[in-house]
Nanobody, 123 residues
Framework: QVQLVESGGGLVQPGGSLRLSCAASGSIFSINVMGWYRQAPGKQRELVAA???????NYADSVKGRFTISRDNDKNTVYLQMNGLKPEDTAVYYC?????????????????WGQGTQVTVSS
């Protein structure tokens, strides 16, 4: 079973920074796209940033210039460096990964989600 475990969330002052980490583990052959989504209470889950295995990135307009996504392929880990945090960034942040796993000797592609980590930006 593939698992994604997020860490790095917490409480921070407006203008502060946090770095989120998400480590994938299990029977992994390769990971295609990895990304971060967030969901605030009563709102839809939205894409924050995504990164391909080749390093191409995509960001939501609301975080461009403030957030940076990166990945360490050897560690099957994706990071989200969040700078200049705003109260509207407050949400549960979820790691997502499109993973090619190995099941009974065969490749299986699946979309996996982490458990979420709370980010609260408040003075």
């Amino acid at each position: 079973q593939v698992q994604l475990v997020e860490s790095g969330g917490g409480l921070v002052q407006p203008g502060g920074s946090l770095r989120l980490s998400c480590a994938a583990s299990g029977s992994i052959f390769s990971i295609n796209v990895m990304g971060w989504y967030r969901q605030a209470p009563g709102k839809q889950r939205e894409l924050v940033a995504a990164i391909t295995s080749g390093g191409s990135t995509n960001y939501a307009d609301s975080v461009k210039g403030r957030f940076t996504i990166s990945r360490d392929n050897d560690k099957n880990t994706v990071y989200l460096q969040m700078n200049g945090l705003k109260p509207e960034d407050t949400a549960v942040y979820y790691c997502n990964a499109d993973i090619n796993g190995v099941v009974a000797g065969s490749f299986v592609s699946g979309d996996y989600w982490g458990q979420g980590t709370q980010v609260t930006v408040s003075s």
